[in-house]
């Protein structure tokens, strides 16, 4: 089937070419993304992200004309639908306009400060993924905006999206929390475990140190346990009821955010402020646990705290 | 390889990932590998193979850079399939149907290795939801693209407007 003639050096060219590839993938592996490798790939960002801009301006808006067209048959049921949601969403917020007041007077009762709002927000606008099976996203912040790696990310809703794994001047990669690597830490209710990805579905599996069962339609939010994500932002839902078995409990979970129709994402800048995180003020010792993102095996370690 | 020639590969390459990155990245019926696809159709032309093996090795290692999986992953995919590909390509140039189905193959067997290599090295980022409609759809939208466009591709890297003529 394969034809090869004499005084052919593409085999030996392969060879090489092969040899120097997996000591690329060994290297970049050990480096963890950073060194030479990192340069690299902040170099090569930080000159096809300007094209990458340049081609998102033109293409966005025909990719959205061409959706809406294929869509059109279901937009008159989907305006239907909302329509219900919005007249349902209106009587909520009048309902919730007492709790507000009274939340308010009793603010200024005790002189309390509301704290977790002050998290700064960076929104950035995707603007490509590497190819079709890569399911990072590309997003037109970087350094140059305050961008971070290792930042949460969420979508314009407050859902988690995932955080950034790569950043250059202008431009950013961010790992969904729906392709991995890791897990994150998470809470269902007053129950603590974490949603690790799965293989070929957006449907996330969720491990939970439970004594209780949890429901379909339970809200699954971001853990204070978690070392990735500030605490109570929203995951996405538990999809079918279960019931622990001995200390434990496994079951799905469908996230909020749709991956497919994201174009504008939140950067949050968060830790605000990790230098003062780690050096306390005050001598007050707390203990917390942190939960493994990983899905592997659990540690506790102890941290000061600043609350004095 | 003559300067011009050099050029020419260089902004195709550069389109291709402009393109792939941007446009093909947000239609989900539609969705070549549009870089993979250079690779391949750079098998066609008169460029000496092991240098055919090296710029199908540097395509691959740009789409690595721009991506999320551990570096090299595609550049030795790219290379594994050019060298597939110059070694079948007698095969391809007997009509413009062969040629494309040649080039989804190749693709299909692309995208195989880089699910296979890619999960022996840990890269979940690779098998996110539509992993396995992915491996079909993607060779059909590269067997479309090189059914209309490798002769072009061809004639262009190779400035002979004689080539691909299916005689």
């Known amino acids: ?45 930080s000159i096809v992200a300007p094209l990458q801009k340049g081609a998102a301006l033109v293409v966005n808006p025909v990719v959205d004309v061409i959706e809406s067209l294929t869509n059109v048959a279901t937009l ?14 209106e009587a909520q917020v009048v309902a919730l306009q007492d709790d507000m007041a009274r939340l308010e007077l009793y603010e200024e009762l005790y002189a309390l400060e509301a704290t977790g709002t002050d998290i700064g927000r960076t929104p950035a606008q995707v ?12 997003i037109d912040k970087g350094t140059g905006d305050g961008i971070v790696v290792g930042q949460p990310v969420l979508d314009t809703n407050g859902y988690v999206v995932g955080s950034v794994q790569q950043v250059t001047p202008v431009s950013a990669t961010i790992v969904p929390i729906t392709v991995g690597p890791g897990g994150v830490a998470v809470a269902v209710g007053n129950q603590i475990g974490t949603v690790l990805p799965q293989v070929n579905t957006d449907v996330m599996r969720l491990d939970l140190t439970a004594e209780e069962p949890v429901f379909a339609g339970d809200r699954v939010v971001t ?6 994500f500030p605490a109570g932002f929203p995951v996405g839902e538990v999809l079918a009821d279960a019931a622990p078995t001995g200390e434990s409990l496994t079951t799905e979970v469908a996230p909020y955010v749709q991956m497919e129709t994201l174009r504008v994402v939140v950067i949050l800048a968060w830790p605000p402020d990790p230098i003062s995180a780690i050096t306390p003020d005050t001598t007050t010792t707390t203990t917390s646990t942190t939960l493994p993102e990983d899905g592997s095996t659990s540690t506790t370690s102890t941290t000061l705290g600043e609350d004095g | 390889m003559r300067l011009r020639t050099v050029i020419t590969v260089a902004i195709v390459l550069l389109v291709a990932i402009v393109l792939q990155t941007t446009l093909f990245s947000q239609t989900s019926l539609f969705t070549p590998d549009l870089v993979m696809l250079v690779a391949i159709m750079l098998c066609l032309t008169r460029i000496r193979p092991e240098l055919t093996l090296g710029l199908a090795f540097v395509a691959g290692l740009a789409v690595d850079l721009l991506g999320s999986a551990v570096l090299g992953l595609r ?4 290379t594994v399939v050019a060298y597939l590909a110059l070694r079948t390509r007698e095969r391809a140039d007997i009509g413009r149907v062969i040629t494309g189905i040649w080039a989804g193959l190749l693709t299909l067997a692309g995208v195989v290795l880089l699910l296979l290599v890619g999960t022996l090295f840990g890269q979940t980022v690779l098998l996110g939801e539509g992993v396995v409609d992915l491996l079909f759809l993607v060779p059909i939208a590269n067997m479309i693209l090189a059914f209309i466009f490798a002769p ?3 004639r262009l890297v190779d400035r002979d407007s004689t080539a691909f003529r299916y005689a």
């Open chain 1, 127 to 138: 603007i490509g993924q590497p190819d079709a099976f890569d399911g990072a996203l590309i």
């Open chain 1, 76 to 89: 008159r049921e989907q305006v239907l639908d909302l329509e219900a949601e919005l007249a349902d969403a």
């Open chain 1, 1 to 45: 089937m394969l034809s090869r003639q004499p005084g052919d050096r593409t085999l030996p060219t392969l060879v090489t070419l092969l040899v120097i590839g997996v000591l690329l993938m060994t290297f970049d592996i050990r480096s963890e993304g950073g060194g030479v490798t990192g340069v690299l790939r902040t170099g090569t960002q």
């Open chain 1, 223 to 228: 853990s204070s346990a978690s070392v990735r």
């Open chain 2, 75 to 78: 550049a030795i995919v790219f």
């Open chain 2, 152 to 154: 072009l591709f061809v």
